[in-house]
């Protein structure tokens, strides 16, 4: 199983960046996928989530509104499109993948996801 985060790079405050997850080794459309973020000296948060068929969408506080997750299960790939993006986004952004339905606050429990992938940087400057 292989978890391809991308799209990640230097962009200004206000700008907007999409994200990448490209997903191999397992069927895609069985698995709910989660976005998740690491600034320096702070704990992974969740940041997004996403349910196997796409109906159910789940969003961190601070980026309801900015970002929008989406997928695209014949191609494989999961989406973040990151909008107004603020210096506070600034990360190393991570999905993950599991098939586990999540309930609640529960999309954002990084240890509730079975697969990782190696993590995009996103710096926003001021």
């Known amino acids: 199983v292989q978890l391809q985060a991308s799209g990640g790079g230097l962009v200004q405050a206000g700008g907007s960046l999409r994200l990448s997850c490209a997903v191999s080794?397992?069927?895609?459309?069985?698995?709910?996928v989660g976005w998740f973020r690491q600034a320096p000296g702070k704990e992974r948060e969740g940041v997004s989530c996403?349910?196997?068929?796409?109906?159910?969408?789940y969003y961190a506080s601070s980026v309801k509104g900015r970002f929008t997750v989406s997928r695209d299960n014949a191609e494989n790939t999961v989406y973040l499109q990151m909008t107004s993006v603020k210096p506070e986004d600034t990360a190393v952004y991570y999905c993950?993948?599991?098939?586990?339905?999540?309930?609640?606050?529960?999309w954002g429990v990084g240890s509730l996801y079975d697969y990782w992938g190696q993590g995009t940087l996103v710096t926003v400057s001021s």
């Open positions: 993950a993948a599991d098939r586990r339905i999540k309930y609640g606050s529960t």
């Open positions: 080794g397992i069927t895609l459309e069985y698995y709910h």
């Open positions: 996403i349910s196997s068929s796409g109906g159910n969408t």
